[in-house]
């Protein structure tokens, strides 16, 4: 149930140019984001219950890695990481990609200074 101190929040927008100043002010305010879409919530779905989302920074100068986190490190160092340009192969899903209305693709001119939130 809707906690009655907490407000609702759905909102998103679109930036394909954010300065790390922004970015960090962004993140600040609960904002996440998936390459050019920002968004933010207070509430989600889990299974079949609504929950609250509290959006969560570490500092990374304070952190140190548990017991259990470095024993899987460990365990885990024949993995390696590739990093190459993306390659879409399933055509459903590009055909979802580009099959969305004008309105919601994002365009190239997009930046955070001329955001238009939506929700």
């Known amino acids: 149930m809707l906690d009655s101190d907490v407000s609702f929040i759905n909102q998103q927008f679109f930036a394909s140019s954010v300065t790390p100043r922004q970015i960090d002010t962004l993140l600040e305010q609960g904002w996440r984001h998936f390459g050019i879409h920002f968004f933010r919530y207070s509430y989600g779905f889990y299974e079949l219950?609504?929950?609250?989302?509290?959006?969560l920074r570490v500092s990374l100068n304070k952190f140190s890695l548990s017991k259990s986190q470095r024993r899987t490190l460990k365990k885990n160092l024949d993995l390696r990481t590739v990093v190459r340009p993306i390659e879409i192969t399933d055509p459903k899903f590009l055909a979802g990609v580009m099959g969305q209305p004008a309105a919601v693709r994002p365009g190239a001119g997009d930046t955070v200074e001329n955001l238009q939130v939506i929700g």
Do not use: E, H, L, Q
């Open 49 to 55: 219950d609504v929950r609250r989302v509290i959006p």
